[in-house]
């Protein structure tokens, strides 16, 4: 009887310079941006939050292959779980007290990675359409949780109460959120790479490509796909602690609908699902785009926006960075 060969031990792999220089180049541009935007740090906040959690969902649906429109439930998880944490009236008793939010934040992690454990190991035995009607009930799920609990607030939500400050510095203010979001866009940028070369990274993009394959080759399917749901997860929940500081008060009726995992999964796929700086480009593109509409044409925003998103998808697949590398592989047979 023969058994099945082990997967090869990950070796180093130098990352290509244009990977790394991409990378630098967009986060020193997002390290400029307060100092000749500065009266846009609204704008900023959220648009680094987003690309955020558009890397984070990224990790599940492009390197794992698999379309979640879910995730809303991790960023109410992470957002939840750090204000019910800060509350007073709201905090468990055995806390002792009101929990600092950078615990509260940890905590969220925590939660939203061992939800995902106990999601994936239920539904990645699903294929195709059936998974993804699992991650929209598994939201919506959470969603009728949070609007029939007193304990969350209800339909009426939740309000950020006065948070302790960090190294002196007040998390309400806006250059304080742009600089604690663009802390997690480096830190989700800086996961990506290292799953890159990582061992998981390689039996991520095995099982993505081809999972009865993969399973010939000795690598478990579900759990990869777990690990890595796990760990998009807790990302998701760092960037939603940091949403529900940037908003102050929120309600599961805009936190945990649909629409908002929608948004998320849009701006990997248009930007590049798969790739690394993708979900930044298309973060940036449809943030951009939103807030020119919305300003410009008023009424006719949505349809203006839809039809950009059926161009992009058409004519650009594999999304725009999809759309760089075939230009650039053009020029060059070109050459």
């Known amino acids: 009887m023969t058994t099945a060969a082990p997967l090869p031990a990950a070796r180093p792999r130098a990352l290509t310079f244009g990977n790394v220089w991409l990378s630098l180049v967009l986060l020193a541009v997002m390290l400029l941006y307060p100092f000749v ?113 007193s304990w969350t607030g209800g339909a009426e939500g939740l309000f950020m109460p006065e948070l302790p400050r960090l190294f002196g510095l007040d998390l309400f203010d806006r250059k304080v959120e742009y600089g604690l979001a663009f802390a997690f866009v480096a830190l989700t940028l800086l996961v990506t790479h290292l799953l890159r070369r990582s061992r998981l990274g390689y039996a991520l993009q095995a099982v993505r490509e081809d999972e009865d394959g993969a399973r010939a080759l000795g690598i478990d399917p579900t759990r990869m796909k777990v690990l890595a749901f796990m760990l998009s997860a807790a990302l998701t929940a760092l960037g939603g602690s940091l949403y529900a500081i940037y908003l102050q008060a929120f309600e599961p009726h805009t936190l945990l609908e649909l629409p908002l995992s929608v948004q998320i999964a849009l701006m990997a796929i248009i930007g590049g699902r798969g790739s690394i700086q993708g979900p930044i480009i298309g973060a940036l593109l449809l943030s951009v785009f939103g807030e020119v509409f919305r300003t410009v044409f008023a009424s006719a925003n949505l349809l203006i926006y839809g039809v950009l998103i059926l161009v992009i998808t058409l004519f650009a697949p594999d999304g725009i960075m999809g759309l760089f590398g075939r230009t650039g592989r053009k020029l060059g047979t070109a050459r």
């Open 37 to 149: 935007f500065g009266k846009a740090l609204n704008f900023g906040v959220a648009t680094l939050i987003f690309a955020g959690f558009a890397m984070s969902w990224n990790i599940l649906g492009g390197w794992a292959g698999q379309l979640s429109l879910g995730h809303a439930a991790f960023v109410g998880v992470g957002a939840y779980t750090l204000t019910l944490l800060a509350t007073p009236e709201r905090v468990p008793a055995f806390f002792g007290g009101p929990v600092a939010p950078w615990w509260g934040a940890l905590i969220g992690m925590g939660l939203a990675a061992l939800l995902a454990a106990v999601w994936g190991a239920l539904t990645f035995r699903l294929r195709g359409s059936y998974f993804v009607l699992s991650t929209i009930a598994v939201a919506l799920v959470l969603r009728l949780v949070a609007i029939n609990s």
